[in-house]
């Protein structure tokens, strides 16, 4: 039941019968739509609409990173997940960074910060096995041409050239791809990827076990790397395979809520629901003090649990039916106060460590999309080179931008999120998928590090809550709790079209509040599906932070 005096948007929601797609690039939306529109299943249009999203955004996007998949409705058996994270490689050693004269932290960038397996491309590989309606090489089409012949420079890539050309010009292979005239490109201006173009024709032709983690890909990009000290090998990608993975779920207002299970912080979105669950999140208000605290509020004490806990549960015994519990939420509960905010050290007792160890704040260049087809197959997905442009080096010759997920790894022995050979490190990104009355409902997700599990909450309340439409729960105003890029504190980072009033009582609550403007990409890009199931239509929506659309047919 929509909210019929919810806010006007700057753009209408999407409706359609037979497929949607939404993400934050058009050209992206487009390759997913054509995928559809030719007959093939939404796992199809979400592998063509990735592959684009690789070229004309890889900012936030790559095949050089990771991956992760939740699909429901079709011929799927119930909720399934895909998890296409790669581990860290089997040199990869506390001492050999000791080695190489770091002791203190993994560098975020260059070849040492690339140091876990790209894990993107063997979950396209699973899911077209079991999915897939298209031909292979023809997922390719459209990102090959935009590698090869060239698009246009888009806003949120052109303020990231601006913001990285510092970085981008330590490293001649990105240097020559993003800086080709030696400065950063205007919005509008052209740029293409020929590198890059030949590697996905290559992978088109021949698959990603052959070309990729069984062949001359892996070689050519560990000898790019290893001479700078990546401990990647090509060993390390003929082992690895993405896994199909048993997801963890709650309940939210009548919805089942699926998410990936750890080393994503899938179990901080459903922390938080379960804290919001015991509040009348309706009878606070949208844009309201109350509505903004207890978000705030409930992050901060979900996140104390993620930062303990989270790492790849082959290493550590993650005590994930409690701390998933509704009990155990009813319990932090108490934690939460209406008149005042959680301070610094308020919530560290109790927990294993404390303040014993540095956790720095996840970070995190990430793109999330959607599709849904005629055969009622609902994919939410979401995939990351980490930080924006990644570990910010290419692959050799590839053309591929190396992710550096694995320098979120702590050098200290001791940290529950410490390197090891072959270990998974903590994850920011999840998509995430609501279903009622056991069909899909909503996908919906975000980019944005610390940022995803709270714009996924505020999109589900004001859905659920409040009775807002798709493009009104992503358009309307958003926060951020945490530390961001290059920041050092945590703060309560809001968009500037919240009412003074309401800023002003946050602040009297001890809230830290930072405006930033309107529509800010700092609160990240979301992107939504929902299914109509009395009308008969898919409504899609798209962020205006970012450069994305929704499509249907």
């Given at each position: 039941?929509?909210?019929?005096n919810?806010p ?12 949607m797609?939404?993400s934050p ?5 487009e ?10 299943s ?8 990735n592959?684009t ?8 996007s790559?095949?050089g ?5 939740l699909?429901?409705?079709g011929k799927?058996?119930?909720v399934?997940?895909?998890r296409?994270?790669?581990?860290s490689a089997a040199k990869a050693t506390?001492e050999?960074?000791?080695?190489q004269?770091?002791?203190g932290?993994i560098?975020?960038r260059?070849?040492l910060a690339?140091?876990t ?5 063997d979950?396209f590989r699973i899911a077209?096995?079991?999915?897939g ?8 089409e459209d990102a090959?041409h ?7 420079v ?15 010009n330590?490293?001649?292979g ?5 800086l080709p005239?030696g400065?950063?490109q ?8 020929p590198?890059l173009?030949?590697?996905?024709e290559?992978l ?5 076990r052959?070309a990729?983690?069984e062949?001359?890909l892996?070689?050519?990009?560990c ?5 700078d000290?990546?401990?990647?090998r090509?060993?390390d990608?003929a082992?690895y ?8 779920t ?5 919805y089942?809520i699926?998410q990936l299970p750890?080393s ?6 459903i922390q938080?629901l379960?804290l919001?669950?015991?509040?009348d999140?309706?009878?606070?208000g949208?844009?309201?003090?109350d509505?903004y605290?207890h ?7 979900s996140?104390?649990?993620r930062?303990?806990?989270?790492t790849?549960?082959?290493f550590?015994d993650?005590?994930l039916?409690?701390?998933?519990s ?11 106060r209406?008149?005042?905010a ?14 014993e160890?540095?956790k720095?704040a996840?970070?995190?260049g ?10 009622g197959?609902m ?11 990644g570990a910010?080096v290419?692959?050799g010759?590839t053309?591929i931008?190396?992710?550096n ?7 200290d022995e001791?940290h529950?999120?410490?390197?090891v050979p072959k270990k998974?490190?903590f994850?920011?990104i999840?998509p995430?998928?609501a279903m009622?009355d ?5 996908a919906?997700?975000?980019m944005?590090g ?6 996924q909450a505020?999109?589900l309340?004001?859905?659920?809550d ?8 992503i358009e ?7 530390r ?6 945590s703060d309560l ?8 009033n309401v800023l002003r009582e946050?602040?009297?609550?001890g809230?830290?509040v ?8 700092i609160?990240?890009h979301?992107?939504?599906?929902r299914?109509?199931e009395?009308?008969?239509f898919y409504?899609?929506?798209a962020?205006?932070?970012?450069d994305g659309s929704?499509a249907g047919y």
């Open positions: 039941m929509t909210n019929p919810g006007r948007t700057g753009r209408p929601p999407v409706y359609a019968a037979r497929g797609v939404s690039h058009y050209l992206a939306s390759s997913g739509l054509k995928a559809l529109r030719q007959g093939g939404a796992v199809d249009a979400s592998i063509a609409l592959l999203m690789a070229v004309v955004y890889s900012q936030m790559g095949i990173g990771d991956g992760f998949w699909l429901a409705g799927a058996k119930d399934e997940a895909i296409a994270s790669g581990p506390i050999h960074y000791h080695q004269g770091h002791t932290r560098p975020d260059g070849p690339a140091l397996v790209p894990g993107a491309l979950g077209h096995e079991r999915y309606k298209l031909d292979w090489a023809d997922l390719f090959i935009y590698a090869r012949n060239g698009f246009a888009t806003r949120s890539l052109a303020d990231w050239l601006v913001a990285d050309e510092h970085l981008l330590q490293y001649p990105m240097a020559e791809t993003f005239t400065k950063p205007r919005e509008g201006s052209f740029l293409a990827q590198k173009a030949d590697t996905l290559l088109a032709k021949k698959g990603v052959e990729f983690y062949g001359e892996a070689e050519r990009i000898a790019g790397l290893e001479p000290g990546s401990p990647l090509a060993d990608f082992e395979h993405a896994e199909w993975v048993t997801p963890i709650t309940t939210y207002r009548g089942d699926y750890p994503t912080q899938g179990m901080t979105a938080v379960n919001l669950d015991g509040y999140v309706a009878g606070w949208d844009n309201t003090a509505y605290h978000m705030a509020e409930a992050l901060k004490v996140a104390a649990d930062d303990e806990w989270l790849d549960p082959a550590v993650i005590p039916d409690k701390l998933l509704k009990d155990y939420a009813d319990e932090r509960r108490q934690l939460i209406a008149d005042r959680i301070q610094p050290g308020d919530i560290t007792a109790g927990l294993r460590y404390g303040t160890f540095d720095p996840p970070k995190g990430t793109v999330y999309f959607c599709v849904t087809d005629s055969d197959l994919v939410s997905k979401i995939q990351s080179p980490y930080y924006d442009f910010c290419m692959g010759d053309g931008i190396m992710q997920r694995g320098s979120f790894f702590s050098l001791n529950p999120n410490c390197l998974h490190t994850h920011t999840i995430a998928l009622k056991g069909k899909p409902a909503i919906y997700g975000t944005g610390e940022g995803q599990s709270q714009t505020a999109m309340t004001r859905m659920v409040f009775g807002y439409d798709v493009q009104q729960s309307a105003p958003r926060w951020l709790f945490g961001t890029w290059g920041m050092e504190s980072w809001i968009e500037s079209d919240v009412p003074d946050l602040k009297r609550r809230q830290p930072k405006l930033v403007g309107r529509w800010d990409s609160v990240g979301a992107q939504a599906i299914w109509n009395d009308t008969g409504a899609g929506g962020d205006p932070r970012g929704a």
